[in-house]
């Protein structure tokens, strides 16, 4: 069974490049206007490779504390600079943001991309005190939801600090991308796609997980939220009138629903 028209997202979204537009025009905005104001570290390396490396947004005060966000694009496409206006949200209710790119397949493969986003945010942390809340979109779900369990390893330091996990359209489950075209690109086998899914695994110890999604998504993206929040007995959000591209919006709006639940309680 051929399951490419499952992930598909892009063909089922009206208008669908209009928001890869409007992402690159805002982000790029909301960057160069907070590095003029002095409130912008950009290219922060984490790594040796190239993509190892992460922005990071202040708010105008002092940090209450860092909020992660992973980006998706199924390990594939994408980086750092294409979302840099969804620190907004956060920024304004004066937590600082660190957005990481990191290497994409095939050039890594998902188990080496869960360990760059260790990396991301050990070095995050170490640049901001205070609490760290965790959110990421599609793979980027899929990879935040890898950091809180057992067998990704944090210095201790790091790992107390985590707070929160908000796993946004998540990959929970990566069997079914075995039987996807893109599957030759990231080469995942049963074993590592059964390692690497979040669903597989226990849910995280002491860190409160929330997941959240869009009711207009794909029934496959329901589904696997569905499926991380039954198997974790983790809070569920499905948000009304929101798709793959749109779900992500409240992120920059510090009066979110999004924002509420990810940086309070």
């Not at 805002?26 to 409130?39: C, K, M, P, S």
């Not at 909020?67 to 956060?90: I, M, N, T």
């Not at 591209?245 to 629903?257: R, W």
């Amino acid at each position: 069974m051929n399951l490419d028209d499952d992930y598909a997202n892009a063909a089922y979204i009206p208008n669908a490049e209009s928001f890869l537009e409007y992402w690159d025009e805002a982000a790029r905005n909301y960057r160069e206007a907070e590095y003029t104001l002095g409130r912008a570290q950009l290219n922060q390396p984490y790594g040796v490779h190239p993509d190892q490396a992460f922005d990071l947004f202040y708010p105008s005060g002092k940090p209450e504390g860092l909020v992660v966000f992973v980006h998706g694009g199924y390990w594939l496409r994408f980086g750092r600079r294409d979302f840099s206006h969804l620190a907004q949200g956060a920024t304004l209710r004066d937590w600082a943001v660190a957005i990481p790119s990191y290497p994409l397949a095939p050039a890594a493969s998902i188990p080496e991309i869960t360990q760059s986003i260790v990396a991301a945010i050990t070095a995050a942390a170490g640049r901001i005190s205070g609490p760290i809340c965790l959110v990421g979109h599609s793979a980027g779900g899929h990879l935040v939801a890898r950091m809180g369990q057992k067998d990704v390893v944090f210095p201790s330091v790091v790992r107390d600090r985590i707070r929160k996990i908000i796993p946004i359209s998540p990959v929970a489950d990566l069997l079914p991308l075995l039987q996807t075209e893109m599957n030759a690109t990231l080469k995942l086998t049963a074993t590592s796609a059964k390692a690497e899914s979040p669903a597989s695994q226990p849910k995280p110890d002491k860190i409160d997980v929330h997941v959240w999604v869009g009711a207009e998504e794909r029934p496959a993206f329901l589904a696997q939220a569905q499926l991380l929040a039954d198997r974790w007995q983790a809070s569920l959000t499905i948000e009304i009138a929101k798709h793959h591209f749109n779900v992500i919006a409240g992120l920059e709006d510090p009066k979110s629903e999004l924002m509420a639940v990810l940086l309070e309680g």
